[in-house]
């Protein structure tokens, strides 16, 4: 496994072991005590998979207070992931990071608490599945416009399809500063 530092603090790509035969493949998603080696000392409590069509854009979510860590896997299909730095007062705030996942390349991205994270779906269909450290709190829940022009996302997309709460989400300055704020980060 190689675990790559990306440009946000605590972003990391994980390009795990795959082992390939005239039979398939076989890789490890999570092995606790092999990505607690590299820096992933994490506890997850829950696993979420969403299927989407070509061109669905989901995001850009958090959640605060209560926020999470994700570990993010295609396992059908090919998708452009974002990550956006939202804690108030760190130097990379508003900075994003974009990555192309897919079952084909088996890259994770791990994206700590404090960052609002998002795709959009560039294969036919996707299969995305990713793990938490906390669990959902939908009082909690929180978007960041996918398209705000302060945060410049070079998107492979401009007429995606989305959801009635992520068309209407607030840019990035819109959203007040104390929702921003992430003193459960641990």
């Known amino acids: 496994m190689t675990v790559s530092e990306t440009s946000l603090p605590g972003v990391r790509l994980i390009e795990p072991d795959v082992y390939t035969d005239d039979r398939g493949s076989f890789a490890e998603l999570w092995n606790v005590r092999d990505y607690g080696h590299h820096g992933l000392d994490v506890t997850f409590v829950q696993d979420n998979l ?4 070509e061109g669905v854009l989901r995001g850009l979510h958090f959640q605060n207070p209560r926020a999470q860590g994700k570990l993010i896997s295609v ?4 998708v452009y992931d974002v990550v956006v730095d939202v804690r108030a ?11 192309v ?31 938490c450290t906390d669990f959902y709190h939908p009082e909690a829940d929180r978007t960041v ?13 401009e007429d995606p399809i989305l959801s009635e709460k992520d068309a209407g989400a607030p840019a990035l300055d819109e959203i007040p500063r104390e929702a921003l704020r992430f003193d459960d980060v641990r």
Not at 75 to 78: C, D
Not at 145 to 157: E, F, H, K, V, Y
């Open 50 to 53: 969403s299927r989407s069509r």
């Open 75 to 78: 396992l059908e299909g090919a």
């Open 89 to 99: 007062g760190a130097d990379t705030f508003g900075a994003w990071e974009g990555q």
């Open 101 to 131: 996942l897919s079952a084909e390349n088996a890259r994770q991205l791990y994206v700590p608490e404090g960052y609002a994270h998002g795709f959009v779906a560039t294969s036919g269909e996707v299969l995305f599945h990713y793990k």
């Open 145 to 157: 416009r996918w398209d705000d022009p302060a945060l410049g996302i070079d998107w492979p997309t």
